[in-house]
């Protein structure tokens, strides 16, 4: 990981998930929301919104691609970790091994998702709690990943480590209150800006082009902190427009398609009319309950 690809590559993971996770806790949100204010039973279901650590792909919910997703990029990561540690025939680079168990809890946390979703009858909530370890232990190591390094390289990666802290809070919330949108939305934003934060480390300490930067000089590392307040108004800005256009966009959804969506495990139903669809809802999430 100590150059540029090795920032942008798993920034990347960290950006793609967070937009998901954006995208479909808003959308969730603003459709129970929806079938809630419709409904005659409007106060029971107010709360029908419920957390969870990972979301159905819509072109192919019978299969956990969040998990298998994280499988392979673990996977991927950890191969290239051990093929660049090697110098002169021996393993050196203590770096890479703590990159590689980093790593390894992320696809631990891949096949939780996995075997929550095929129902395995494991304890309750261990998609969260492998989530949450695997957070613990990214803060961890990078923690204790910075012993003489220079002031700008310990100051990005200790900005880093604190975002990593509050992932793990936002989603041991999250498991706590399923019923509260906000962690959910917490840990979207807080992955978001982890993998944006990853692109930001990448140009500073190993700069593709351009002139490297001073690591040692003070002003420098006062504009570091003035990059990590942009990213979080940037991030913050973004995910309120997001949220508004996701939330006019619920609104012009039949509730057949607000049924597809929320449901999409259970058979499509073809054409069904508004009083239909939202029974059909009202009923499957009294089954859930």
Known sequence: MGSFIG???PGTFFILFGMWFIYQTFMRYFMCLRVAASSTMSEKYRMRYRNTSTFKCPCCSSLPLEGIL???ATVVGMIGEFATGFEDGKFTHIGNAQHMTMFFFFGLNGIMDIIQHYRVPIPPDM????????????ALLFYYHLHGRTPMDVQVHMLLFYVVVCCAVCVALEMCYKSNVLPALGKAYFIL???TWFYQIGFLLYPPVGQEWDQNEHSQMM????FFTWHNATIFTLMSIAGSLIYLKVKTLSYAEIYEHLQPRLPRLGKLDEE??????LESDEEEA
């Open 70 to 72: 994280k499988v392979v």
């Open 223 to 226: 504009m570091v902190t003035l």
């Open 276 to 281: 239909q669809a939202k029974n059909i809802i």
């Open 127 to 138: 998609d969260f709690v492998s989530a949450v370890l695997a957070f613990s232990m990214e």
């Open 193 to 195: 800006l982890q993998g």
């Open 7 to 9: 920032h942008v590559v």
